[in-house]
């Protein structure tokens, strides 16, 4: 009898068919197939190499001897073929999941012989591992998830033998990036920098460096950045931004601190004070130092104000302000000081003048220049001695071709600072007079008239510059009314017979000059010394002989306008004039409100 083969898939089969002999004793044997009509193997053995699962089925083992009368005797035994084989697990895709969420994936299989299935999860690299069920759960997944996965399937075979297939998984975990954090990084000037951070996140980062809003650099698809400073100075003390972005939820920020050593540097290098008796002495100076600066105050000879107070303040990492302060003045408390501030890297001096305060008018600006361009004009002074009391300054511009004018007030920032405003929607190929008036409670002291040509609309590069130019003898005396300097205290009448000149002849004199020159130039001009004979005394009289030197007709009613206008207030009516002004920084081009001081210099900001 031939009893059920259960057989592994790939193995060979060999079954051997036996029987009993009839009469006559010669027998012969054959296997055929029940669902394979055209199935057949001779002989008593049945063999299979290689047997595959579309083997499986019922084979027929047929014996048969042959009579003497030609007809044949058989017989047949039926077996079972069973050919066991393992489940085959379906092909598992890359799963790429945020941080934080849960993830579930179902591993799904083609059923083995026999079909019952187990399914359980493993984990590459970790061998402790294991999730049973054919769902892998993985809640509020981590970065450290990410890894590769194995569904196997297996079933069980009738021998004790198990098949088992396996599909492996990618689980992805991407995350936000987040920078590296260090400690500020020290280092003297003029040695190399680099600022290295390293990014983690996944996918890797696109990074930018930032010095406040200013972009520095950018580097894509990196997982450390670098950032270079070949020379650093002590102004690249700072805290530089950097930004980590890979799209995934927010962006990663770090401050990156780096401090460079240097010795101080102060914001001035001399300072003026004028006191009295009963006003007490203060003064301030701010330095940008690393480290913290050590200072004394001495006087010339080297020996000490006892009296005086200080303190230091930090403004920032090296950033200070050294105060100084003395209730009570006496005669021993004027004269030249020195304020030495020193630390590990050098030493810097500033000189301190304390002289008795001279009460009066203030002292004339200095330095003017004057820069003409089309419909713009740019202009500079540097403030004198206040007097004694708080000053303001005011720069008139006249237009020479329609008598307009206008004024601006700019507030004092010191002694000896430079001060600046661009000036806009001048006329193109217009000559126009700037006066910058330095005014206090004692009076007010004008700079000479500087004259300045816009130049043609069509002109290639060229700029009229004129430093310190005198102007004619009419325009004088127009802003000189402005600026209320031939405001008394008392009333005066003046009656002004006026010349008929050419007015063209002077004009045409002034021609020939280039539109650039130097004080000392203008100094030398004539004019130069009508404008010391106006300045030097406030005789009402000399307004009427100067004007009658050089004027015309024209010139008459211009001086007879800005004479009437000459009690209003300049600045309040600005909007009023006919040339609008528009005041701006020099450095950064922004416009800025009506009585805002504009410097050239803001090294030392807070």
């Excluded at 996944?202 to 930018?208: C, F, G, L, Q, T």
């Excluded at 206090?440 to 040509?453: A, D, F, L, M």
């Excluded at 004199?509 to 280039?514: C, H, L, R």
Aim: include cysteine.
């Amino acid at each position: 009898m031939l009893s059920q083969q259960d057989i592994l898939e790939g193995r060979n089969l060999s079954v051997t068919c036996k029987a009993t002999p009839g009469n006559p004793s010669l027998t012969t044997f054959y296997w055929t197939k029940v669902d394979i009509q055209g199935f057949r193997q001779n002989g008593a053995t049945l063999h299979i190499p290689n047997i595959q699962r579309n083997s499986s089925g019922t084979y027929r083992c047929t014996a048969e001897n042959s009579y003497s009368n030609g007809e044949k005797g058989t017989h047949n035994q039926s077996m079972v073929v069973n050919v066991l084989y393992p489940p085959v697990v379906n092909t598992l895709f890359q799963q790429d999941i945020i941080e934080g969420r849960d993830l579930s994936v179902n591993c799904t299989a083609t059923p083995g012989n026999p079909s019952s299935t187990a399914f359980y999860w493993t984990k590459v690299d970790n061998s402790g591992f294991r999730q049973n069920g054919p769902t892998l759960q993985l809640l509020n997944i981590q970065r450290n998830s990410s890894r590769t996965y194995i569904c196997i399937a297996e079933n069980m075979y009738s021998n004790g033998n198990k098949g088992t297939d396996n599909q492996s998984m990618v689980v992805n975990v991407i995350y936000q990036p987040a920078i590296e954090n260090r400690q500020l990084q020290i280092v003297n000037e003029s040695e190399t920098v680099i600022l290295t951070r390293n990014i983690s996140g996944n996918p890797v980062s696109n990074v930018s460096w930032f010095n406040k809003t200013e972009l520095l650099k950018t580097e894509t698809s990196v997982t450390t950045t670098s950032f270079f400073i070949e020379r650093p100075t002590c102004s690249d003390t700072q805290n530089f931004t950097l930004v980590a972005s890979n799209g995934v939820g927010s962006n990663a920020t770090a401050v990156v601190e780096l401090i460079v050593n240097c010795k101080p540097i102060p914001d001035k290098t001399n300072i003026t004070l004028g006191v009295t008796f009963t006003t007490g002495i203060e003064f301030s100076i701010k330095i940008i130092a690393y480290p913290v600066p050590q200072y004394e105050l001495v006087y010339e000879n080297g020996t000490r104000n006892n009296q005086m107070l200080n303190n230091i303040t930090r403004n920032a990492v090296n950033n200070f302000t050294v105060y100084y302060r003395q209730v009570v003045v006496d005669q021993s408390s004027f004269g030249l000081y020195y304020l030495t501030m020193r630390n590990l890297f050098g030493e810097s001096t500033v000189t301190v003048n304390v002289i008795e305060q001279r009460t009066g008018r203030p002292e004339t600006p200095r330095s003017i220049a004057v820069v003409c361009e089309i419909t713009q004009a740019r202009i500079q002074w540097i403030s004198s001695f206040n007097g004694g009391d708080q000053q303001y300054f005011t720069v008139v511009i006249l237009n020479f071709q329609d008598g307009t004018n206008i004024s601006y007030r700019f507030h004092d920032k010191g002694e000896n600072e430079l001060h600046a405003a661009h000036i806009s929607n001048l006329q193109p190929l217009v000559t126009y007079w700037f006066v910058v008036s330095a005014k206090n409670s004692y009076g007010s002291s004008p700079s000479e008239i500087t004259r300045c040509k816009t130049v043609q609309e069509k002109a290639s590069s060229k700029t009229g510059m004129v430093v310190g130019s005198v102007g004619g003898a009419l325009v004088l005396i127009t802003i000189v009314l402005i600026l209320g300097i031939v405001h008394r205290r008392f009333t005066c009448i003046c009656k002004i017979a006026l010349e008929n000149k050419d007015r063209n002849t002077t004009v045409a004199a002034n021609k020939d000059k280039s539109n650039y020159s130097t004080i000392q130039e203008q100094q030398e001009h004539s004019e130069r010394n009508m404008y010391d004979a106006l300045t030097s005394t406030e005789n009402a009289n000399q307004y009427e002989d100067i004007l009658k030197k050089d004027n015309n007709g024209y010139d008459e009613k211009l001086y007879e306008k800005l004479q009437s206008s000459a009690d209003k207030d300049n600045e309040a009516s600005s909007s009023k004039r006919r040339i609008p002004l528009k005041i701006k920084d020099l450095k950064d081009d922004k416009f800025v409100t009506q009585n805002t001081e504009e410097y050239a210099n803001t090294s030392f900001m807070e």
